[in-house]
């Protein structure tokens, strides 16, 4: 429809978005706040400076970003359509002629749907008959000379033409068939009709020689760009004679936007998505079955933790210069914990963001627990589980990218810094509200969950980037934004992954405690049941729907784009990780306060054993096993440890005796008290170091040995030795030798050693690192629309111009401005005024004085609604408003 046939615009119709904007009630500008919360830092002053910040390039292209494939596939038919475009319009290009003609009730529910989305996010804006997409939005996704649209569609015949020589036109509109013209506006226009009719363009076509028909189709789903020679063969000059190829440049020509959509019979897109990829069931498990693998998992992972933190109790690995543990270090707790080093990377950094290991801020910088982790212990095991689960959950580190490169090739560690995905906790918590979509029990193929977050939110390149004018044909976009989608994806595998360390799932499905700590109902089953198929006659065409950021599995609803789903407060959370904690608690297994000994020097523990019993067990015996039962062994060494920690031989036997479900075995018996006889009869102490005992015979062998020679010894006293080497190192040596010596004091006492517990000073856990603006709550938006709200009265309110500056801010000397405000006061009228904070932003406001003192004046501000103090000395000027 060309610019002289277009119906005049309705009086009530929006000229402009902020028009558009100020049409708006409350709750929809509440919701573009919520949906954009970019454009509420800092909150704009009135609705015109609202729109303006909507309509900028960096705002625009965020919000593409974050919208669903069949959104952005509606806007990108919207920036190839007629300005402005009526809904009809826009309809057969999302539908093409056979979805116009017999219409789809999954595209045109789904359609009504996406474009009430993009009217909530000033995206779109306009009436059914007069839709505009934001000029910005236009400029990305509309095709260019330079480049082709995201739908791979080339520019319009005027476009094209633009430069060409009337004489070159009129021989193309006269070798279509058409009539010539007496100026080439009207030439332009006769060959744009001739491509949009359908019945003369099939009949041009119907003419066409095969081999220009193949070059065609070669060309029609883009890239719509081409080469030629300077003496094109004769299927192409009969295309470009016919204005069905047009040149942009020497060698390069172009398929007509127009000509390009007839024989797409006119789509816009080739493949249109209108309704989200369904979630394929892998396997079926009993909710039983599930919740009792998940329960088990669980207490794995909290085993797991307690275990690592263990080995760093006297002092954790150093702490690397840039920060994190190294290779080594990494490689070493990996093998203390029996598990594979990415899998153990992951526990390190769950510990880390769940506040119970950090730096201890030392010279020697080693990591150690915190404080916290003491008070972490004390906790039943559910509640301990659920701090774990929500700190992974929120957290933005992402144990997954350890051991990769960074930006400058550098090697990401544990605990080290650039691990920060501000992704990764939206990701995380979609991916596992994708499988509380499924019934209980259920576990979903990984292929449909990537499948479905990549329709959620396509790469980033499919958004105004478009090919390159001579790339290879293979459709718009498909060589950029694959970094950001590969990053999403393996994220997404990372969380499927570590949600079954956890025990968040059971056997890849949801538990019900999994369920709970997302705030979710158990799950029915009938999204799934119900495919991809939409409802019709939910949606009116462009009707403004509410939007609550929910996400529906695969009933075919157009659903807001992830980010924007309500992220649950600390409190909500902390409900959600209790309810969790109570729907685990049942499944975990009760503490026991026995073992069996067995006659192989060994116990067996059938379960999770009390800590008290824990404790003393891992000094008395050495762990061989763990699994669904923990397997100690009694050695010499494991046996002196105990001792040397201050117990006696009567307290390990009164001990084991207590604690046995079994007779103490006769060889353990035999091994305490064979390994106590023997334990203190050397005494070591510090000379640089000594070796005392009664036994002159045993200090003579030890004298003989070979391999005391590195100690140095030598004979002080018939019961004495001195050695050049430290206690420590003394102890150690002769321990090696196969004796049992006993370190003492200055005074001649035994010194017990036990454990040190080294601790950090208190730490907080990490705080999640945000990338843009967080979002906002229901409070500030509310705050938000109000201050825009009297902003914008103030701003449109009508007043008296001053005559130097019309509608500018008001300019007045200080004597008129404060005459001004005391005449105000005694008549109780509202004035306008210009003032420049601190910061010095410049602001127009509408205040009612209400006092004038001590250079301030006191006033009602309409524009904050609420009763302020200014400064005179920044207020600009004053004007009277209107009288009207």
Request: hydrophobic share 40%; proline share 8%.
């Amino acid at each position: 429809m060309s610019t002289d046939e277009q119906p005049q615009r309705p009086a009530d119709t929006p000229r402009s978005l902020a028009e558009a904007l100020r049409s708006r009630d409350d709750a929809s500008l509440g919701a573009l706040l919520h949906a954009r919360p970019d454009l509420l830092t800092p909150v704009p002053n009135d609705l015109t400076q609202l729109a303006t910040r909507a309509a900028t390039r960096a705002s625009v292209v965020r919000a593409l970003e974050r919208l669903d494939r069949f959104a952005q596939q509606v806007a990108e038919a919207l920036a190839v359509a007629p300005e402005p475009a009526t809904y009809e319009e826009l309809h057969a290009l999302v539908a093409g002629d056979e979805g116009s003609e017999g219409g789809d009730a999954t595209v045109d529910a789904a359609l009504g749907r996406a474009l009430a989305v993009l009217r909530e996010q000033a995206l779109v804006w306009g009436a059914d008959d007069r839709l505009r997409l934001v000029r910005t939005a236009r400029e990305l996704l509309a095709p260019a000379p330079q480049y082709p649209s995201p739908t791979g569609l080339g520019p319009t015949v005027a476009e094209a033409t633009a430069g060409m020589s009337p004489n070159r036109i009129q021989d193309i509109v006269a070798a279509a068939g058409l009539p010539s013209t007496h100026d080439a506006v009207s030439a332009v226009r006769s060959l744009t009709e001739l491509f949009t009719d359908r019945t003369r363009m099939s009949a041009l076509l119907d003419e066409a020689p095969a081999e220009s028909v193949e070059v065609l189709s070669r060309l029609v789903w883009g890239p719509p760009y081409g080469q030629v020679t300077a003496d094109p063969a004769r299927h192409l000059r009969w295309l470009l004679d016919r204005g069905l190829l047009l040149p942009t440049s020497p060698g390069t020509v172009v398929l007509p936007r127009e000509a390009a959509l007839h024989l797409r019979a006119g789509r816009a897109h080739r493949v249109l998505e209108p309704a989200p990829p369904a979630i394929e069931v892998l396997r079926e498990h009993r909710p039983q079955a599930v919740d009792a693998a998940a329960a088990s998992q669980a207490y794995m992972a909290l085993d797991t933790v307690e275990e690592l933190l263990k080995d760093w109790d006297e002092g954790g690995p150093t702490v690397l210069r840039a920060g994190g543990l190294s290779v080594r270090d990494l490689k070493r707790t990996a093998v203390a914990l029996d598990l594979p080093e990415p899998v153990a990377a992951f526990w390190v950094e769950l510990a880390y963001a769940a506040g119970l290991v950090a730096s201890d801020g030392e010279a020697d910088e080693r990591y150690a627990a915190t404080p916290a982790y003491d008070d972490w212990q004390e906790l039943p095991a559910a509640e301990r589980w659920s701090v774990l689960a929500t700190a992974w959950l929120t957290a933005t580190r992402t144990a997954g990218l350890i051991g990769g490169r960074d930006g400058k090739d550098r090697t990401l560690s544990a605990l080290g810094p650039h691990l920060d995905r501000s992704s990764a906790p939206e990701i995380r918590h979609r991916v596992l509200t994708l499988l509380t979509t499924l019934p209980d029990g259920a576990s979903p193929t990984p292929e449909s969950i990537l499948a479905r977050l990549r329709w959620e939110r396509p790469p980033r390149g499919s958004v105004g980037g478009g090919t390159a004018p001579h790339s290879t044909p293979g459709g718009p976009g498909t060589g950029a934004g694959t970094a950001p989608m590969e990053l999403r994806a393996r994220i997404a595998q990372w969380t499927l992954n570590e949600s079954e360390l956890l025990g968040i799932t059971g056997r890849g499905a949801l538990s019900a405690h999994g369920r709970a700590l997302l705030g979710s109902e158990s799950g029915s089953g009938e999204e799934t049941s119900a495919g991809a198929a939409a409802n019709p006659g939910t949606s009116q065409p462009g009707a403004h729907a509410s939007q609550t950021g929910t996400h529906t599995s695969q009933t075919g609803t157009h659903a807001l784009p992830i980010p924007r789903a309500p992220h649950p407060s600390p409190s909500e959370l902390a409900a959600q990780g209790a309810r969790a904690a109570r729907l685990l608690a049942p499944l975990l297994p009760e503490p026991l306060d026995h073992v069996l000994l067995q006659a192989d020097l060994t116990a067996v523990a059938p379960g999770p054993l009390e800590r008290p019993l824990a404790e003393t067990l891992s000094v008395l015996a050495d762990v061989e096993s763990k699994g669904g039962a923990t397997v100690y062994r009694f050695t010499p060494g494991s046996v002196r440890r105990a001792l040397d920690a201050g117990k006696s031989a009567s307290d390990l036997h009164a001990f084991l005796a207590a604690h046995s479900r079994t007779p103490v075995p006769q060889p353990l018996a035999y091994l305490i008290d064979d390994v106590a006889r023997k334990h203190g009869h050397l005494r070591i102490g510090a000379a640089s170091a000594y070796v005392r005992c009664d036994d002159e015979a045993l200090l003579n062998e030890i004298l003989a040995d070979k391999r005391s020679q590195g100690l140095r010894l030598r004979r002080l006293a018939p019961t004495v030795l001195a050695a050049q080497a430290d206690p420590g190192a003394l102890l150690e040596g002769l321990r090696g030798m196969g004796f049992a010596p006993a370190a003492e004091s200055a005074e001649g006492d035994v010194l017990i050693t036990r454990a040190h517990a080294h601790r950090s000073p208190p730490r907080t856990a990490p705080e999640p690192v945000h990338d843009g603006p967080p979002l906002a709550d229901t409070t500030l938006i509310g705050a938000a629309v109000r201050a825009i709200r009297a902003g914008d009265l103030a701003s449109t309110m009508p007043r008296k111009a001053t005559p130097e500056k019309g509608d500018a801010l008001p300019r007045t000397t200080a004597a008129e401005t404060l005459a001004t405000m005391q005449a105000a006061v005694l008549t109780g009228e509202a004035v306008w005024i210009g003032y420049v904070n601190a910061e010095g932003a410049a602001s127009q406001r509408v205040i009612a004085p209400i006092r004038v003192e001590g250079g301030f004046v006191t006033a009602y501000d309409h524009t904050a609604d609420e009763v302020k103090t200014y400064p005179l000395h920044r207020v600009t000027g004053v004007a009277e408003l209107a009288d009207d």
